[in-house]
């Protein structure tokens, strides 16, 4: 059974750093695409980050870039996101997604639960 | 960025209604454009996958169509357990854009 375990959230004051894990198994984790998707609570699904299959390949969206890393351990199976200069309105819940991209279809076929990050002084 | 526009932002209708949601995409996307639901509190769930395709274990009253730059979702007879709120997604390009959501309600 895939399964995609997200944690690391919590509160943190603007301009802080909080480092997100996401836990992966089921699946050979090394064959896939992975993406961080955020969702202020009540508000619609944004694109944060995409990362391909050996690390190789590394995208961010415009409001993240210079401030959010992500990267994987394949020996770990985990995914990370390691955010720095945290602002207000990165206040959201984090999901990881796993996206069987090229070498199939592009979708985002399994999601974690999410965790929550509350920027607040 | 290629933006996604869904329509209705919310709809309310009754169980065993016909439901269509469409989604238009700025700029051609060709088909790959997703289907997601999200029910509240939960992680978001595909649902039609390159436009047409059903995901394995969606029920087949679920269906999606379209190409370029206009798509549809419809739910061929609404269930009670159809709440939730439905997303498209565009996977054509970088950054993956979705649309802002409908939100679906049973009367």
């Known amino acids: 059974e895939v399964q995609l375990v997200e944690s690391g959230g919590g509160l943190v004051q603007p301009g802080g750093s909080l480092r997100l894990s996401c836990a992966a198994s089921?699946?050979?984790?090394?064959?896939?695409?992975m993406h961080w998707v955020r969702q202020v609570p009540g508000k619609g699904l944004v694109w944060v980050s995409r990362?391909?299959?050996?690390?190789?390949?590394?995208s961010y969206a415009d409001s993240v870039r210079g401030r959010f890393t992500i990267s994987r351990d394949s020996a770990k199976n985990t995914l990370y996101l390691q955010m720095n200069s945290l602002r207000a309105e990165d206040t959201a819940v984090y999901y990881c997604?796993?996206?069987?991209?090229?070498?199939?279809?592009?979708?985002?076929?399994?999601w974690g639960q999410g965790t929550l990050v509350t920027v607040s002084s | 960025d290629i933006q996604m526009t869904q329509s209705p932002s919310s709809l309310s209708a009754s169980v065993g209604d016909r439901v269509t949601i469409t989604c238009r995409a700025s700029?051609?996307?060709?088909?790959?454009l997703n289907w997601y639901q999200q029910k509240p509190g939960k992680a978001p769930k595909v649902l039609i996958y390159?436009?047409?395709s059903l995901q394995s274990g969606v029920p087949s009253s679920f269906s999606g169509s379209g190409s370029g730059t206009d798509f549809t979702l419809t739910i061929s007879s609404l269930q009670p357990e159809d709440l939730a709120t439905y997303y498209c997604?565009?996977?054509?390009?970088?950054?993956?854009?979705f649309g802002q959501g409908t939100k679906l309600e049973i009367k």
């Open positions: 997604q565009q996977t054509y390009r970088l950054p993956y854009t």
């Open positions: 990362i391909n299959s050996d690390g190789s390949s590394i």
């Open positions: 390159a436009a047409s």
């Open positions: 700029q051609s996307i060709s088909g790959s």
């Open positions: 997604a796993r996206d069987p991209c090229p070498n199939a279809v592009c979708v985002f076929d399994y």
């Open positions: 089921g699946f050979t984790f090394s064959n896939y695409w």
